[in-house]
């Protein structure tokens, strides 16, 4: 099986969750599935912890559901070809600068998901089969607004033109003759008009009202006319008007009944599957998928009120990314207020990142390991210039609590995540660790946490930590290994930016102060409920 069969078994797995009781089909939901997803670049926890589904709201403006599912499975795995990526990257650039191409295309995909429901209802054979022509019919009819995609202006870039070659190819298959019509039962099976024998078959058409359900009909019909009339005995007229009208009785039943359950079984059902076992048809249900996926690129740029840019993409024996006035591409699209950051991660190894609580360190490395999944998407990032070579391993680790069935506690939960990074870290990883070694004495953190720190050094990867231990940071700093950043305060309220530098600062007195829990506040309640004396 092809990549691309296994794409579309994927989103049909996806579709078949997603379809409830009654048969309609439900908004996509990226929740859904997350769970069918193989881990890849990035890891599920990694993918979480970076807020993935808020990445792919963010991202999603797709206007059919194999877009949506298509656009969620390149966010949860980032591609390892250089080549794809700099082909999507044209790709969208092309689009970017053709509107008329833009409503082209645009128009193309509103026809084909109008009848997108009724297509995943054939494919996951979730028709009735007592009533399968409407969902048949709609879906045929998706299929070849599909196939007519193909009349558009040849785009001029690789990618593109690529994705509607497999459309066009799939179009001139005997396969694809099966969606236009006409259909033909035959002993080898159903075939399309190119494919059947000129002996032994039989059309068929997907609907209830055939001259075979009317032919029994017919002598009622006579009976009664030459009994009215007078052209015959009218006992026997009677007669024959009432055996007859069994017959009519009888091509009801066939109409209703039998041919919509017959034709299910031996038409419809051997046609979607042998579209299902197509790998032509599978590539041109992923055509439509990325070029959907690269228009949400071009409306995701226009819709942020910020400059966006196509990262410079490269290869390199050791990570490296650099970005001017980058921002956060989920919290970045509702706020045009929102602050950017600079940031130089080349040839450093190692970033330590101090600052109080607030400052927005989370939000910054979160915004790097997203610009990163999305660079190595060929999507664009909210920033005015970027660069970046691409990732082996994409990997975070925050602070995690442990559970009743570990042996360790906090401290051997947190510990096994940073073992299982490290061991799977190369030089062309990016690792963000927010604090490490937690739930241990101060001076235990603190060795270990060196080791760790300095291993990751050797490897040479990209490892950007966020810690508030500023004597941990310090010893580094005598060694002379890494870069030093500190989310700056003016005035006890965060700019959220970064600067060079070491916070030495907790803050802690200001938030809890903030929250209501100061040292004062707890004394305060403590008088009030008479645990303590007043003072005189």
Known sequence: MTMESEKLVIELNFRNEIIDERNEAEPFNSRKMFDLLPETVVDKRTLQLVEIHDLFRAMDHTRTHVGSAHLFHSLTNPSESIELIHAKQDSYCELESNARLQDIIAEFLETFSSGEDHLFKFLNAHMQALVPYNDFNEAMTSLEFMLEAAEIPQPETAYLDSMFKSILSFRNSNTASLISGPRYRTPQGIKAAEEKKPWLRLRFRPTRLTIGAFIPAIPSIMFAFAGLFGLMNQAVAFTGFVLTCWLSIFGIIYASVIKPIFDFETAILPIRNRLIESNGFASAIEAVAAIDELLSFVTYSKTVPHPTVVPEFGTSPNHYFSAHDLRNPTRSVNDPSFVGNDLE??????????????????????????????????APIPASYARMSLADKITYQAPSFDTLIDDEGRFGTELKVTRDIFYSTTPQSLVILDEIAEGTTTHEKMNLSVEIMNGFYTIGNNTLLVTHSHELVEQFLKQDKGQYLQVEFIDDTPTHRLAKGISTESHALRVAKKIGFSPEEIRNHLRTKGYLPNQG
């Open 345 to 378: 991660l080349d040839q450093v190894k190692a970033t330590f990142i101090t600052g109080p609580n607030s400052g927005g360190k989370t939000t910054i490395c979160k915004t790097v390991l997203q610009c990163q999944i999305l660079g190595q998407i060929g």
